[in-house]
Structure formats: C-alpha cells, structure tokens
C-alpha cells in the first residue's frame, strides 16, 4: 500500500491537519487550549471510570478513542497490524505512570505544550523547554546502548484487545451506563471536562488523526530525539506545521490571547513547567515514544504501547487521588516531590537497562 504521508510533505500535511483540528475541537467546545490534550484526555478518563474523584475532570474523551481506533483500521488496511509484546512492560507501565505525573504537574502532554503556545499561553515554553531537556537526557541513554528488549509476536487477537477497551468505553459514554447510585461512569457538570465538542465530532477527528498519524508515524517526542540524536529534520517538520496551523486557525477563530497570567488550564510556576515536562520527555524517550504515538501503536497491535498508555491513565488517578496534579493555583502538595521521584525512577532504568556498561 502506497505510503503517502511518510514523505516531507506528507508529515506537513498531518501536523497541519492536527493543528486545525485541535483550533476547531477548541472552537466547537473543548476546554480552551486544549483542543487536543493526550495526557489530559486521558486524565478524564481516569475520572469518567472512578480512578479519581476530582469532579471538574471526568469525561471520556472521544478523541482519544479515535486515535486508536483510526490507527487499528489504517494497519489493517496497510497490512501493517501486527500483534506484538513482551518488552519490558512492568517498567513500561510505571514509565507510563510517571510521564502522566509530570505531564500534570505542567499541564499537558507535548500536543498541548505547542496547542498552549499556540494559544497565546507564554508558559508553555518552560513546557517545551523542559520537553527538550528531557528529551536530551533520554538519548544520552540511547547512544549508550539503552534498550527494554525485543518484542515478540503474539497471536492475533492479543492485538485487537486494546482497540477492544476503547469502543467498550465509547459505548459507555454514548449510553451514559451508570452502574450504580452516583455513578461511575462519572461526567463533569463543571470545569473542563464539562467541556466537550459534540460527541461524534470529536470521534471523527480522533478517527482521522489515528489515520494520518500512523501512516505518518507523527511523534513530537521522536522529533526532538531525531533531531538531537541522528540530525533528522523529517518528523520535527510536522511539529512545526502542528504549531503553525494551529496559531492561524487560533487567530481566524479568535481564540489567540497572548501573555502569562490568567491562561486556561495552567499556572505560571516556571520552574516546574520545566522540571514536569523534563520528566515526560526522559519517560517518553525511555518508552519509545510520546503518548500519542503510544495510542497509535497500540493500535497496529503493540501490546507494550497499550501498556505504557494504561500506566498513563493510573498515573492519572495517582497525581489526582495523591495531591500531585498541577491547576490554576500551582503545583499540587506532592507534585514536585513525585517529580523527583520519578527523575530517580528513569534514571535508574536508564543505567541498568543498557546493553554497554561503560557511560
């Protein structure tokens, strides 16, 4: 099957595509600057099923359905789904649960660093900063022979499981299931996970985003890592597009509103905008990549990719349910301690999963 959307201009096309995408899910009702958020998708998620109780963040976001969905059927398609396992996924997992604990303490997953930047919002680029640092951490450890292993093949329908869960969770949210008193399902009737473009719309944007991207193989984190690491502008075009889309499509819709303070959904504590994202981004480059090409692996059958996302969902309720998670305010109690924690965390898997023992 001809592969399009692997070129140059194919990788522009779906960072452009994702960038007005996310102006218009922005403009049709989801949270502002949060057009697309995977880290924060997935935190009302964790909500929406009961793993945290914060009631301003519950919903089951379509989107993120979407994006594993569209990318099982564009495998398939391709002949490209191809179920497979088996890699590290105890250490996967708990990478999961720290990239979401630093993903919260800033406020977003690197889509919404640049969505945020693309708003207006002047913190996202301790965000991306932070992201970058990260980022360049992980790939000391790559160039020293860091690695979790092969992955093996499993049978076929260990692929289909993970697709499996997430029209299970489409079907609760379009039936609005209740399973007892009080719920869950939980859906917000304030805050940001009030907030939502309609249900089918945003369905179909995530359909199509898990299309274009893993026929792409859009990933902001391997953007940065190719860049660093081998030089390789290829994937870190797409970014560029991402952001540029998104800030025109800000500016049409008039959702651009420049400056620090007062920005939806962040805080101005510079010093662990970074420090959160850093966090991610080593987490990100320690797993294979960041969660949205996470999700999208996990829909062409990669057991381990499902793992790492279902960690990110867990760490979700952890930063909620244990005072870590960011807001408005400013950090959580025990979100810069958990940051820490989970820094000793990657770099310990970083130094004892190589292949070469001199550093």
Known sequence: MDNRFASRKGIIVVGAVIGVLAALLQYLGNPANMGICVACMERDIAGAIGLHRVDVVQYIRPEIIGFVLGSFIAALLAGEHKPRGGSAPMIRFFLGVFAMIGALVFLGCPWRAILRLAGGDGNAIAGILGLAAGIFVGVQFLKRGY???????QKSYSGWLFPAVMLSLFLLLVFQVSFSPGGPIFFSEKGPGSQHAPIWISLAAGLLVGILAQRSRFCTMGAIRDVI???????????????????????????????????????TDYVWNFLGMALSGLAFVLAGGCPGRQLFLSGEGD?????????????????????????????????????????????????????????
């Open 147 to 153: 690695n979790l292993g092969r992955a093996y093949p």
């Open 303 to 359: 057991m381990d990719a499902g793992i790492f996302a279902l960690g990110m969902i867990v760490g979700a309720g952890i930063s909620h349910n244990f005072a870590m998670a960011s807001s408005a305010k400013g950090t959580g109690a025990f979100g810069p301690a958990a940051v820490v924690i989970g820094f000793l965390f990657c770099l310990i898997v970083g130094f004892t999963q190589r292949d070469k023992i001199k550093f």
């Open 229 to 267: 690491l081998i030089r390789d502008f290829h994937l870190i075009s797409g970014v560029a597009a991402l952001l540029a889309f998104a800030f025109a499509g800000n500016l049409i819709l008039g959702q651009f509103k420049p400056g620090f303070e007062g920005q939806p959904i962040a805080h």
